[in-house]
């Protein structure tokens, strides 16, 4: 099993539409972090969670430390919101563990 | 201010060659991590340097090796490249080994 389980692996959803990613860890962290993923590689970073919930324009991200789970939410989904969404944790220090990702496909 | 720096940014190498590849911190950062991702697949951790030094090393053979400079910058070298070797190379600096990560838009290495 692996560290970092994400789901849904694949989404396709109708522009518009309210979209949740999960991801849920078996380890202790210090923090974890949700990247944005776009064809022809460049990762991007959204945001770094230790606790609570934190909000970026149509993005909200929550984390349970207690519950070792985390959501990414997308509010009014739009096409260039497609890409592949990754969980990552920071077990203690020194490396991310990553998630195998979350293709998200936004429909005009 | 400028982010992560990767160079080159696509490379097609022959097996058995052997390939360096180059990676500027954002300022203020002194760790880069390097991973290593296939495609399909999520990014696995190779090494992490500070302070000029391997901190850390993933499940990673020898032919991959790392130096870090004293102003920070970074190469990953990969000798004797086999075709399972093709991937996008990714790196990342921090301002401390806790998280901050800023990543580079990543090498795609194609070995043939």
């Given at each position: 099993k692996?560290?970092?389980?994400?789901?849904?692996q694949n989404l396709t959803a109708q522009e518009g539409e309210?979209?949740?990613?999960?991801?849920s860890y078996s380890v202790?962290?210090?923090?974890?972090?949700?990247l944005q993923q776009h064809p022809g590689g460049g990762i991007v970073s959204l945001f770094m969670l230790s606790s609570g919930k934190k909000k970026h324009g149509r993005l909200i991200a929550t984390i349970n430390?207690?519950?070792?789970?985390?959501?990414?939410?997308?509010t009014a989904s739009h096409p260039r919101d497609s890409a592949v969404y990754i969980c990552a944790v920071l077990p203690g220090a020194q490396k991310l563990v990553f998630g195998q990702g979350t293709r998200l496909t936004i429909n005009p | 201010d400028a982010g992560v720096t990767q160079s080159p940014t696509?490379?097609?190498?022959t097996r058995g060659q052997q390939v360096t590849l180059r990676c500027s911190p954002k300022s203020g950062?002194?760790?880069?991590?390097w991973y290593q991702q296939a495609l399909g697949q999520g990014p696995q951790f190779i090494f992490q340097y500070y302070e000029e030094e391997e901190r850390q090393r993933g499940n990673f053979p020898d032919r991959f090796s790392g130096h870090?400079?004293?102003?920070?910058?970074?190469?990953?070298?990969?000798?004797a490249l086999l075709l399972g070797d093709s991937a996008l190379y990714l790196c990342a600096s921090s301002p401390d080994t806790f998280g901050g990560y800023t990543f580079g838009?990543?090498?795609?290495?194609?070995v043939v």
């Open positions: 692996n560290e970092v389980e994400q789901s849904p309210f979209i949740t990613i999960n991801c202790g962290i210090s923090a974890l972090h949700w430390i207690q519950e070792k789970h985390s959501s990414l939410h997308i | 696509h490379l097609i190498k950062h002194d760790t880069v991590s870090q400079f004293p102003n920070y910058s970074s190469e990953l070298n990969v000798n838009s990543g090498t795609r290495l194609t």
